[in-house]
């Protein structure tokens, strides 16, 4: 990352990447964050539901709460 960044700054550029938000129970949804807010609740789309690697699901848009959220990383290509 080269020169010093605050979460928030971070989050604000990864706004329409593909990301991987990993849950507290260990899942993973996979998608195009479409934004965020101060509470880490965060709004996919193109969502995929990942569970131990194996895709789960497909819902479109998707809602997670931010209390939920172990993690953001953005999805390597």
Avoid: H, W
Avoid at 2 to 18: D, N
């Amino acid at each position: 990352m080269g020169s010093k960044q605050t979460p928030s700054e971070f989050l604000k550029q990864i706004v329409g990447r593909p990301v991987v938000v990993k849950l507290n129970s260990g899942v993973d949804y996979r998608g195009i964050l479409a934004c965020l807010d101060g509470y880490m609740n965060i709004a996919l789309e193109q969502s995929e539901e990942y569970c131990n690697g194996q895709l789960k699901n497909k819902y479109g848009d998707a809602f997670i709460r931010g209390n939920n959220v172990l993690y953001i990383n953005v999805q390597k290509k």
